[in-house]
């Protein structure tokens, strides 16, 4: 059974980067399928945010391209968020997920992981 | 990017027939999802496609809709579900979510 986690600071300082970890265990992934941030802000907005493919290649949401960089760890079936120049805007649980596009036909998020929580305050 | 409105909130009692309705602000075609989160924990794939069970999910969840109109249907209720709703599209670059419906069972 796949299981994702993430993992990073809690509180970040506005004007710094935001990094977090995802660490899957249960598939490879490298194996198939994309990797995927989403992030929920206070009052249930939520976000995609972009992914990486099992290849390495990546896809980010517009509205986030210049701050955001999606990378992996393969040796370690990790993958990572980095968040450039945060404000408090981007205060939220941050998810990281599995997407499919292949078995549901559709660009799905079929496992996510539990969430972190992260502030951005001085 | 497309915008999903979703209706804030509903209330019903176990064993009623409830719909939470989603619309996009444009065509999506049947390119639309629904999640179920429960309080402290992560969102759960329930229907893909518009239409399409999600394996492991209760037979009582259904959904309807494609173009820009889409329901999720739970008949009957459970207490269980107890839960935020969110619609999700992945027909338009970039995916988009609804802002979620909190449904309280009475």
């Known amino acids: 059974e796949i299981q994702l986690q993430e993992s990073g600071p809690g509180l970040v300082k506005p004007s710094q980067s935001l990094s977090l970890t995802c660490s899957v265990t249960g598939y490879t992934i490298t194996s198939g399928y994309d990797w995927s941030w989403i992030r929920k802000f206070p009052g249930n907005k939520m976000e995609w945010m972009g992914y990486?493919?099992?290849?390495?290649?990546?896809n980010y949401n517009p509205s986030l391209k210049s701050r955001i960089s999606i990378t992996r760890d393969t040796s370690k079936n990790q993958f990572f968020l980095q968040l450039n120049s945060v404000t408090t805007e981007d205060t939220a649980t941050y998810y990281c997920?599995?997407?499919?596009?292949?078995?549901?036909?559709?660009?799905?998020?079929?496992?996510w992981g539990q969430g972190a929580s992260v502030t951005v305050s001085s | 990017d497309t915008v999903l409105t979703q209706s804030p909130a509903l209330a019903v009692s176990p064993g009623e027939r409830v719909t939470i309705s989603c619309r996009a602000s444009?065509?999506?075609?049947?390119?639309m999802h629904w999640y179920q989160q429960k309080p402290g924990q992560q969102p759960k794939l329930l229907i893909y496609?518009?239409?399409n069970l999600e394996s492991g999910v209760p037979a009582r969840f259904s959904g309807s809709g494609s173009g820009t109109d889409f329901t999720l249907t739970i008949d009957p209720v459970e207490a269980d579900d107890t839960a935020t709703y969110f619609c999700?599209?992945?027909?338009?670059?970039?995916?988009?979510f609804g802002s979620g419906t909190k449904l309280e069972i009475k």
């Open positions: 444009e065509s999506v075609s049947t390119g």
């Open positions: 990486i493919s099992y290849s390495g290649s990546t």
């Open positions: 997920a599995r997407l499919d596009g292949y078995y549901h036909a559709f660009y799905v998020m079929d496992a």
């Open positions: 496609g518009a239409s």
């Open positions: 999700q599209q992945s027909w338009n670059d970039p995916f988009t």
